[in-house]
T-cell receptor
Framework: ETGVTQSPTHLIKTRGQQVTLRCSSQ?????VSWYQQALGQGPQFIFQ???????GRGNFPPRFSGLQFPNYSSELNVNALELDDSALYLC???????????????FGPGTRLTVT | GNSVTQMEGPVTLSEEAFLTINCTYT??????LFWYVQYPGEGLQLLLK?????DKGSNKGFEATYRKETTSFHLEKGSVQVSDSAVYFC???????????????FGQGTILTVHP
């Protein structure tokens, strides 16, 4: 069983630029969630994708957007980067199915984004 | 809204000491509760979970009991090892219909350092 993978591992961008981060979900999972983890903080929910559509969004501006592809992999796009966007971006996959009591999320290793 | 509060400040213990990390929560509905662990430079790993009141989650010697009356989910281990040094996050998810599947709300994390 292949776990959640993310690319790239590290990224340095300049303020105002755009960035795309990628995530491959764990085999058999159909839902991908993205989280932002600032240094020394707990992860914050950005949004979730299910059946290729956004399925819930946290308190993040529209310049944070995403995609989910038919193979359930996903991209996170951030436009007009700001210094405060510097963080570890975590992708998590899960299996959403009716009747489930809980939806355990399995995390990838993250992409460390630095904005200068 | 949902929130998770963990005990503040890093925890430093000697090997074989008893560990408690406190976690309390506020949630609408009936949340599932989780503990995740993050080793240096890595993503989050699910440590244990509990999906209903009085459930006890356990894994690798760690335990936590879902206490609805006190809205708590404290993490305990009877004898810690140097290899347990990591950051521990308490988290919850609610599965209200029509919202994100398993969206996680995290506490701020507790740094555990275990000395030989």
């Amino acid at each position: 069983e292949t776990g959640v993978t993310q690319s790239p591992t590290h990224l340095i961008k300049t303020r105002g630029q755009q960035v795309t981060l990628r995530c491959s979900s764990q085999s058999g999972h159909n839902t991908v969630s993205w989280y932002q983890q600032a240094l020394g903080q707990g992860p914050q929910f950005i949004f979730q994708y299910y059946r290729e559509e956004e399925n819930g969004r946290g308190n993040f501006p529209p310049r944070f957007s995403g995609l989910q592809f038919p193979n359930y992999s996903s991209e996170l796009n951030v436009n007009a980067l700001e210094l405060d966007d510097s963080a570890l971006y975590l992708c998590a996959s899960s299996l959403a199915a009716s009747g489930r009591a809980s939806y355990e999320q399995y995390f990838g290793p993250g992409t460390r984004l630095t904005v200068t | 809204g949902n929130s998770v509060t963990q005990m503040e400040g890093p925890v430093t213990l000697s090997e074989e000491a008893f560990l408690t990390i406190n976690c309390t929560y506020t949630a609408t509905g009936y949340p599932s509760l989780f503990w995740y662990v993050q080793y240096p430079g890595e993503g989050l790993q699910l440590l244990l979970k509990a999906t209903k009141a009085d459930d006890k989650g356990s894994n690798k010697g760690f335990e936590a009991t879902y206490r609805k009356e006190t809205t708590s989910f404290h993490l305990e281990k009877g004898s810690v090892q140097v290899s347990d040094s990591a950051v521990y996050f308490c988290a919850l998810s609610t599965n209200a219909g029509g919202t994100s599947y398993g969206k996680l709300t995290f506490g701020q994390g507790t740094i555990l350092t275990v000395h030989p």
